[in-house]
């Protein structure tokens, strides 16, 4: 089997969170760049509606991951798992409310003691991808050495369970569900300043609609091409909850047991994960934590920012994946 190929291991009777019992799980991951325990292991937490392929041709993160780019694939172990449910190998979650993102950061875990990793050199990921990652360093606080949510935070506000219901709503009522949600959707993952520029108000000579709204049903169309109700649901849920205080205590007590190094990387413009909430989780924690920090990437993107703004991650993090240091 080749290295980049997707590979699956079963989890055998696992409690969720909110205590539903399953007997077994489907974990598909992917590994890239050095072998297992050859060299410094880096865990890459997709986004909504990624998945594990993170690098190569056709990797979603290709910019970020690959040899001789950030994430450097001739100097480190890059894994990637797939959230269990997400479609990938055709497995399925029906009872989406089962599970939290905890739990997938449990899950996770679990794939990496099966693959024997002792020690991550670094958990990065975007979105819910740097939720769970939140999850997984207040699970294990001895376990990573850096933290990197992106456009993510350690708990899901107000405002993104809102929008997670919103999206539910739709998926639940919309004859053509997974379309519709994704329209909604792109709406929060955008700002008004990145449309505006984009589309300037043309019109499809087509079609004869905005092209605003031709690139909003070509996304939902994409989508919904490519992903199935079942897993959107459950994706869209895991996003709700987020929140590594819920049957602990505060968060500056949680938080600042985590041993990692923690980047916080915000963006300026990002209406779901919002700047300011990034930055007063950064100010809170700097109290009673000094190897936190926090950067912010300049867009007028939005949350989508992580995506497409790759130079600007490319300088934000360069010193943490370029040290001279490095060592397995």
Same mark, same amino acid.
């Given at each position: 089997?080749?290295?980049?190929?997707?590979?699956?291991?079963? #989890?055998?009777?696992?409690?969720?969170?909110?205590?539903?019992?399953?007997?077994?799980?489907?974990?598909?991951?992917?590994?890239?760049?050095? +072998?297992?325990?050859?060299?410094?292991?880096?865990?890459?937490?997709?986004?909504?509606?990624?998945?594990?392929?993170?690098?190569?041709?056709?990797?979603?993160?290709?910019?970020?991951?690959?040899?001789?780019? &950030? %994430?450097?694939?001739?100097?480190?172990?890059?894994?990637?798992?797939?959230?269990?449910?997400?479609?990938? $190998?055709?497995? =399925?979650?029906?009872?989406?409310?089962d599970f939290t993102a905890?739990?997938?950061?449990? =899950?996770?875990?679990?794939?990496?003691?099966? &693959?024997?990793?002792?020690?991550?050199?670094?958990?990065?990921?975007?979105?819910?991808? $740097?939720?769970?990652?939140?999850?997984?360093? *207040?699970?294990?606080?001895?376990? #990573?050495?850096? =933290?990197?949510?992106? *456009?993510?935070?350690?708990?899901?506000?107000?405002?993104?369970?809102?929008?997670?219901?919103?999206?539910?709503?739709?998926?639940?009522?919309?004859?053509?569900?997974?379309?519709?949600?994704?329209?909604?959707?792109?709406?929060?993952?955008?700002?008004?300043?990145?449309?505006?520029? +984009?589309?300037?108000?043309? %019109?499809? +000579?087509i079609t004869h609609t905005?092209?605003?709204?031709?690139? =909003?049903?070509?996304?939902?169309? +994409?989508?919904?091409?490519?992903?199935?109700?079942?897993?959107?649901?459950?994706?869209?849920?895991?996003?709700?909850?987020?929140?590594?205080?819920?049957?602990?205590?505060? !968060?500056?007590?949680?938080?600042?047991?985590?041993?990692?190094?923690?980047? #916080?990387?915000? %963006?300026?413009?990002?209406?779901?994960?919002?700047?300011?909430?990034?930055?007063?989780? !950064?100010?809170?924690?700097?109290?009673?934590?000094?190897?936190?920090?926090?950067?912010? %990437?300049?867009?007028?993107?939005?949350?989508? *920012?992580?995506?497409?703004?790759?130079?600007?991650?490319?300088?934000?993090?360069?010193?943490? !994946?370029?040290?001279?240091?490095?060592?397995?």
């Amino acid at each position: 089997m080749k290295q980049d190929e997707i590979q699956h291991l079963e #989890i055998p009777q696992f409690i969720t969170e909110r205590g539903k019992a399953y007997a077994s799980i489907v974990l598909t991951y992917q590994t890239f760049g050095k +072998k297992i325990n050859t060299s410094p292991t880096i865990l890459v937490n997709h986004a909504l509606t990624g998945d594990s392929h993170v690098s190569g041709e056709n990797g979603w993160w290709r910019s970020i991951v690959g040899n001789k780019k &950030l %994430i450097d694939t001739s100097k480190y172990c890059v894994i990637a798992f797939n959230i269990p449910g997400n479609g990938v $190998g055709e497995y =399925l979650i029906k009872n989406y409310n089962d599970f939290t993102a905890r739990d997938i950061a449990k =899950l996770f875990k679990v794939g990496l003691n099966y &693959l024997n990793v002792k020690k991550l050199h670094t958990v990065i990921g975007g979105s819910i991808g $740097g939720g769970i990652a939140w999850e997984l360093a *207040a699970l294990y606080p001895d376990y #990573i050495e850096n =933290l990197i949510p992106i *456009a993510a935070d350690w708990k899901s506000t107000d405002w993104v369970v809102a929008n997670t219901k919103v999206q539910e709503l739709i998926l639940n009522n919309s004859t053509n569900p997974v379309h519709d949600a994704r329209v909604h959707a792109m709406n929060l993952y955008r700002t008004p300043e990145s449309y505006n520029t +984009k589309f300037n108000r043309s %019109i499809n +000579k087509i079609t004869h609609t905005t092209d605003v709204e031709s690139w =909003l049903l070509h996304h939902g169309t +994409k989508l919904k091409n490519r992903f199935s109700v079942t897993s959107y649901k459950l994706v869209n849920h895991l996003l709700s909850t987020i929140n590594i205080t819920r049957g602990r205590s505060t !968060f500056l007590e949680v938080a600042s047991a985590i041993k990692s190094n923690i980047f #916080i990387i915000g %963006i300026n413009s990002d209406l779901l994960f919002t700047a300011h909430e990034n930055n007063e989780t !950064f100010l809170s924690l700097s109290k009673v934590k000094h190897n936190v920090h926090y950067a912010e %990437i300049q867009s007028i993107h939005g949350h989508d *920012a992580f995506l497409i703004e790759h130079e600007q991650l490319n300088v934000l993090l360069h010193t943490i !994946f370029n040290s001279n240091t490095v060592v397995a």
